[in-house]
């Protein structure tokens, strides 16, 4: 694999009120439908060779938007399990859980009943390394968290340190001859 285009889904009405979602399974606004349109042609200008995307149908929506109808779906691209959380708006868990939010947010800890960051990153190693030998350009649909954990694992950074991807945005890593960040949140 020449570059990683990790694609962001967009926006959906759980995102426009700050409701986490992990891995329920919410479709896209009207609004996400008009930014995953508005994002092919960024898309287009690295010209993926194949196309994989989460299960979660704000992810395959997203993948049809931008062009690719029939991408190959792969669960360990799914945002992380945030258990109880799940649902629930940052702002109360900022208000009634704020360490534990906050530590959750920098990579350390797990929602209860949820997944931790280390997990996901696993899960989405995995997932790579599945598709290091995929020649070219390959392009991954998928979710803030899962684009995270991929800049943490191949990059090194630290979740603390990475601002977060905005809906419909693209984030590209060179992965040849060693990943290196091309391109972060574009839309």
Known sequence: MDHLILVRHGETAWNARKVL?????????????????????????????????????????????????????????????????????????????????????????????????GELRARVRAAIDELREVPGTVLVVTHGGAIRAVLSELLGLHPERIVPVDPASATVIQMSPGPRLAAFNVS
């Open 21 to 117: 979602q992990g891995q329920a399974d919410i479709a896209l606004s009207e609004r996400g439908r008009l930014q995953a349109r508005e994002l092919r042609s960024v898309v287009e200008t690295w010209a993926p060779l194949c196309a994989v995307s989460s299960d979660l149908v704000r992810a395959r929506d997203t993948a049809a938007l931008i062009g690719w109808g029939e991408p190959r779906l792969d669960a360990r691209w799914r945002e992380a399990n945030l258990g109880d959380w799940t649902g629930m708006s940052s702002a109360s868990l900022k208000h009634d859980v704020p360490a534990l939010y906050q530590r959750w947010r920098d990579g350390l800890e797990a929602p209860p009943g949820g997944e931790s960051f």
